[in-house]
């Protein structure tokens, strides 16, 4: 159908797309998930992204991120046209990243994190999530299922050392106003989610659903 909306939304980082389990759109926007590809040994930010491009298969869609995902579909945006590029609880530049990822990003630190063991920490949980989501260690392992140590240590680098300098102004930024991971203090001109933590995709579904239809049609 001609007035059909596609929306392609890319989940965080070791997140699977249940994360999106609670969108609910009207019935002109057909949501497609995207799920994590394994990398290729040192894959570059941009080959990566080309081959996640393949799984995009209409003209003009939407495209949303969550998180680390919110980057990648801002690269997506480099090599295919989209009609709207969302981000949520993310960032638009390395610029925004907070000074615990930015010391990070200048220490590598980040290379130390022990993905081998992540089946057997809470730390990855308290990090993708914010450290209050440790109580709900066991509903977080439900949609923090991509634990490959290749993968992590890819993503993690990745995360850590992108290279935008400049924000798109065309990117819509969605945050949540009690973010403690990447803390609003950090980021310029988004859309503040009160009361919404990193897991704002699951917190505040409710007002995502009520809210992204009139974001996207602007």
Not at 35 to 42: C, G, L, R, Y
Request: charged fraction near 25%; include cysteine.
């Amino acid at each position: 159908m001609n007035n059909e909306i596609h929306v392609y939304c890319m989940p965080g980082m070791a997140a699977n797309s249940k994360i999106f389990e609670y969108i609910r759109l009207p019935k002109q926007y057909k949501i497609h998930l995207l799920d994590w590809i394994d990398p290729k040994k040192d894959e570059s930010l941009q080959a990566y992204v080309s081959r996640l491009c393949e799984k995009i298969t209409h003209e003009q869609p939407v495209l949303i991120g969550v998180s680390f995902g919110g980057i990648i579909v801002q690269e997506m945006s480099k090599l295919i046209s989209a009609k709207k590029v969302i981000i949520i609880s993310s960032v638009k530049s390395y610029k925004e990243l907070p000074i615990h990822i930015t010391l990070g990003r200048k220490s590598k630190a980040y290379k130390y994190f022990p993905t081998q063991w992540i089946d057997k920490t809470e730390d990855f949980i308290s990090f993708v999530f914010g450290p209050s989501m440790k109580k709900r260690m066991k509903l977080h392992k439900y949609y923090l299922s991509v634990r490959d140590k290749k993968y992590l240590d890819w993503a993690l680098h990745h995360f850590f050392q992108w290279d935008r300098e400049e924000a798109d102004p065309d990117v819509v930024h969605i945050h949540g106003s009690i973010d403690a991971l990447i803390p609003v203090f950090t980021i310029k001109n988004y859309i503040s989610v009160p009361g919404g933590t990193h897991a704002l995709i699951l917190q505040k579904a409710t007002w995502l659903n009520k809210h992204l239809p009139e974001i996207i049609s602007k």
